[in-house]
Protein backbone atom coordinates (compact mmCIF):
# COMPACT_ATOMS: atom_id res chain seq x y z
CA UNK A 1 0.00 0.00 0.00
CA UNK A 2 1.39 3.21 -1.27
CA UNK A 3 1.74 6.50 1.03
CA UNK A 4 -1.12 9.08 0.86
CA UNK A 5 0.57 12.17 -0.84
CA UNK A 6 0.56 14.16 2.83
CA UNK A 7 2.74 11.25 3.83
CA UNK A 8 4.78 11.35 1.28
CA UNK A 9 5.42 15.46 1.32
CA UNK A 10 6.61 15.38 4.75
CA UNK A 11 8.68 12.32 4.15
CA UNK A 12 10.41 14.51 1.29
CA UNK A 13 11.07 17.39 3.11
CA UNK A 14 11.76 15.54 6.57
CA UNK A 15 15.57 15.68 6.73
CA UNK A 16 16.37 18.46 4.52
CA UNK A 17 17.88 16.52 2.01
CA UNK A 18 16.87 15.28 -1.38
CA UNK A 19 20.24 13.02 -2.71
CA UNK A 20 20.46 13.17 -6.19
CA UNK A 21 21.84 9.44 -7.88
CA UNK A 22 23.25 10.04 -11.28
CA UNK A 23 25.18 7.16 -13.45
CA UNK A 24 26.68 5.70 -10.55
CA UNK A 25 27.64 1.98 -11.06
CA UNK A 26 24.72 0.03 -11.04
CA UNK A 27 26.47 -2.57 -8.48
CA UNK A 28 27.05 0.30 -6.25
CA UNK A 29 23.62 2.17 -5.63
CA UNK A 30 22.09 -0.27 -3.23
CA UNK A 31 25.23 0.17 -0.93
CA UNK A 32 25.20 3.95 -2.02
CA UNK A 33 21.42 4.48 -0.89
CA UNK A 34 21.68 2.72 2.11
CA UNK A 35 24.23 4.66 3.39
CA UNK A 36 23.01 7.92 2.49
CA UNK A 37 19.24 6.60 4.61
CA UNK A 38 22.14 5.43 7.52
CA UNK A 39 23.34 8.91 7.55
CA UNK A 40 19.71 10.90 7.97
CA UNK A 41 18.67 11.32 4.09
CA UNK A 42 15.26 10.38 3.77
CA UNK A 43 14.56 11.31 0.02
CA UNK A 44 16.32 9.74 -2.57
CA UNK A 45 15.77 10.73 -6.15
CA UNK A 46 17.53 8.71 -9.21
CA UNK A 47 18.12 10.32 -12.25
CA UNK A 48 16.25 8.88 -15.82
CA UNK A 49 19.09 9.60 -17.96
CA UNK A 50 20.90 6.80 -15.33
CA UNK A 51 21.70 3.21 -17.40
CA UNK A 52 18.40 1.08 -16.17
CA UNK A 53 16.94 3.69 -13.91
CA UNK A 54 13.62 2.38 -13.81
CA UNK A 55 14.95 -0.37 -12.37
CA UNK A 56 17.15 1.21 -10.21
CA UNK A 57 14.28 3.12 -8.73
CA UNK A 58 11.77 -0.39 -8.44
CA UNK A 59 15.15 -1.81 -6.49
CA UNK A 60 15.78 0.48 -3.75
CA UNK A 61 11.93 1.77 -3.73
CA UNK A 62 11.78 -2.15 -1.98
CA UNK A 63 14.57 -2.20 -0.11
CA UNK A 64 14.34 1.20 1.49
CA UNK A 65 10.36 0.98 2.27
CA UNK A 66 9.22 2.56 5.21
CA UNK A 67 12.69 4.67 5.77
CA UNK A 68 12.87 7.04 3.12
CA UNK A 69 11.06 7.74 -0.43
CA UNK A 70 12.19 7.49 -3.79
CA UNK A 71 11.69 9.23 -6.87
CA UNK A 72 12.60 9.93 -10.23
CA UNK A 73 14.71 12.99 -11.76
CA UNK A 74 15.52 14.53 -15.06
CA UNK A 75 11.90 13.81 -16.04
CA UNK A 76 10.92 15.75 -19.16
CA UNK A 77 8.09 14.37 -20.91
CA UNK A 78 5.30 12.70 -19.14
CA UNK A 79 5.89 8.51 -20.73
CA UNK A 80 9.15 9.25 -18.56
CA UNK A 81 7.19 10.19 -15.48
CA UNK A 82 4.58 7.05 -15.92
CA UNK A 83 6.95 4.90 -16.42
CA UNK A 84 8.95 6.18 -13.64
CA UNK A 85 5.84 5.67 -11.52
CA UNK A 86 4.89 2.85 -12.31
CA UNK A 87 8.31 1.38 -11.31
CA UNK A 88 7.75 2.61 -8.01
CA UNK A 89 8.84 6.70 -8.21
CA UNK A 90 6.56 8.35 -5.28
CA UNK A 91 8.10 11.99 -6.76
CA UNK A 92 9.27 13.42 -10.24
CA UNK A 93 11.75 16.21 -10.33
CA UNK A 94 12.18 18.03 -13.85
CA UNK A 95 15.17 20.36 -14.58
CA UNK A 96 12.40 22.44 -16.46
CA UNK A 97 8.78 23.35 -16.88
CA UNK A 98 6.29 20.51 -18.37
CA UNK A 99 2.61 20.60 -17.54
CA UNK A 100 2.30 16.87 -18.96
CA UNK A 101 4.89 15.56 -16.73
CA UNK A 102 3.00 17.60 -13.76
CA UNK A 103 -0.52 16.11 -14.68
CA UNK A 104 0.77 12.79 -15.02
CA UNK A 105 1.95 12.92 -11.76
CA UNK A 106 -0.81 14.48 -10.22
CA UNK A 107 -2.78 11.58 -11.62
CA UNK A 108 -0.90 8.72 -9.95
CA UNK A 109 -0.66 10.31 -6.84
CA UNK A 110 2.74 11.57 -6.70
CA UNK A 111 4.69 14.74 -6.14
CA UNK A 112 5.51 17.21 -9.00
CA UNK A 113 8.58 19.38 -8.52
CA UNK A 114 8.95 21.11 -12.10
CA UNK A 115 12.48 22.90 -12.53
CA UNK A 116 11.66 26.90 -12.55
CA UNK A 117 13.82 30.24 -12.61
CA UNK A 118 11.14 33.03 -12.89
CA UNK A 119 8.79 34.17 -10.71
CA UNK A 120 6.55 33.71 -13.73
CA UNK A 121 7.89 30.24 -13.83
CA UNK A 122 7.07 29.82 -10.15
CA UNK A 123 3.57 30.94 -9.87
CA UNK A 124 2.32 28.75 -13.20
CA UNK A 125 4.17 25.86 -12.18
CA UNK A 126 1.35 26.39 -9.05
CA UNK A 127 -1.33 27.04 -11.00
CA UNK A 128 -0.73 23.82 -12.78
CA UNK A 129 -0.57 21.55 -10.01
CA UNK A 130 3.13 21.16 -8.90
CA UNK A 131 3.36 20.57 -5.11
CA UNK A 132 6.68 22.27 -4.95
CA UNK A 133 9.15 23.79 -7.11
CA UNK A 134 13.03 23.41 -7.90
CA UNK A 135 15.33 26.71 -8.44
CA UNK A 136 17.90 25.18 -10.56
CA UNK A 137 20.89 26.16 -11.10
CA UNK A 138 21.01 27.13 -7.43
CA UNK A 139 24.85 28.17 -7.41
CA UNK A 140 24.32 30.73 -10.47
CA UNK A 141 21.52 32.22 -9.12
CA UNK A 142 22.41 31.84 -5.10
CA UNK A 143 21.25 32.59 -1.87
CA UNK A 144 20.06 36.00 -2.02
CA UNK A 145 17.84 35.65 -5.33
CA UNK A 146 16.00 32.85 -3.29
CA UNK A 147 15.38 35.80 -0.78
CA UNK A 148 14.14 38.26 -3.12
CA UNK A 149 11.68 35.73 -4.80
CA UNK A 150 10.10 34.63 -1.75
CA UNK A 151 9.63 37.99 -0.17
CA UNK A 152 6.74 38.35 -2.88
CA UNK A 153 5.63 34.79 -2.86
CA UNK A 154 6.16 33.37 0.60
CA UNK A 155 3.83 30.64 -0.03
CA UNK A 156 5.88 28.97 -2.79
CA UNK A 157 7.66 26.04 -1.60
CA UNK A 158 11.43 25.69 -2.99
CA UNK A 159 13.88 23.55 -2.96
CA UNK A 160 17.28 24.53 -5.12
CA UNK A 161 19.38 21.73 -6.74
CA UNK A 162 22.97 22.76 -7.93
CA UNK A 163 25.79 23.72 -6.12
CA UNK A 164 24.42 23.34 -2.67
CA UNK A 165 27.58 22.38 -0.40
CA UNK A 166 28.44 22.39 3.12
CA UNK A 167 29.18 25.66 3.57
CA UNK A 168 26.06 27.64 1.74
CA UNK A 169 23.21 24.85 2.56
CA UNK A 170 22.14 26.91 6.09
CA UNK A 171 22.28 29.72 4.47
CA UNK A 172 19.77 28.69 1.96
CA UNK A 173 17.91 26.57 4.73
CA UNK A 174 17.54 30.51 6.45
CA UNK A 175 16.52 31.57 3.01
CA UNK A 176 13.22 29.78 3.55
CA UNK A 177 13.42 27.03 1.35
CA UNK A 178 11.87 23.89 1.84
CA UNK A 179 14.46 21.66 1.28
CA UNK A 180 18.09 21.23 -0.65
CA UNK A 181 19.05 18.76 -3.91
CA UNK A 182 22.52 17.62 -3.60
CA UNK A 183 23.83 15.56 -6.12
CA UNK A 184 27.85 15.60 -6.71
CA UNK A 185 28.51 17.31 -3.59
CA UNK A 186 27.21 14.21 -1.41
CA UNK A 187 28.30 11.20 -3.58
CA UNK A 188 32.21 11.06 -2.99
CA UNK A 189 33.42 9.99 -6.25
CA UNK A 190 36.33 8.21 -4.33
CA UNK A 191 34.91 6.63 -1.80
CA UNK A 192 32.38 5.23 -3.76
CA UNK A 193 35.20 3.99 -6.09
CA UNK A 194 36.80 2.30 -3.12
CA UNK A 195 33.50 1.08 -1.53
CA UNK A 196 33.93 3.31 1.49
CA UNK A 197 30.47 3.57 2.24
CA UNK A 198 31.03 4.67 5.33
CA UNK A 199 32.09 7.87 4.25
CA UNK A 200 28.87 8.32 2.39
CA UNK A 201 26.88 7.95 5.17
CA UNK A 202 29.80 10.55 7.53
CA UNK A 203 28.68 13.13 4.82
CA UNK A 204 24.73 12.72 4.58
CA UNK A 205 25.09 13.08 8.08
CA UNK A 206 26.86 16.09 8.12
CA UNK A 207 24.24 17.53 5.50
CA UNK A 208 21.29 16.62 7.67
CA UNK A 209 22.90 18.04 11.00
CA UNK A 210 23.49 21.51 9.20
CA UNK A 211 19.92 21.80 8.15
CA UNK A 212 18.30 20.29 11.49
CA UNK A 213 20.16 23.21 13.11
CA UNK A 214 19.49 26.03 10.44
CA UNK A 215 16.20 24.55 10.62
CA UNK A 216 16.04 25.39 14.97
CA UNK A 217 17.46 28.63 14.26
CA UNK A 218 14.74 29.91 12.25
CA UNK A 219 12.37 28.67 15.30
CA UNK A 220 13.99 31.15 17.53
Do not use: C
Amino acid sequence: MSLPKVSLLQKLVESGVIAVIRRLPEDKVEKVAEALVDGGVTALEVTVDSQGAFQVIEKISKQLKGRAIVGAGTVIDSESARLAIVHGADFVFSPSLHQDVIKTALRYGKIAVPGVMTPTEMITALEWGADLVKIFPAAGLGVRYIKDVKAPFPQVPVIPTGGVDLNNVADFIKAGVAAVGIGGNLMDKAAIEQNDFAKITQIAAQYVAAIQSARLELKK
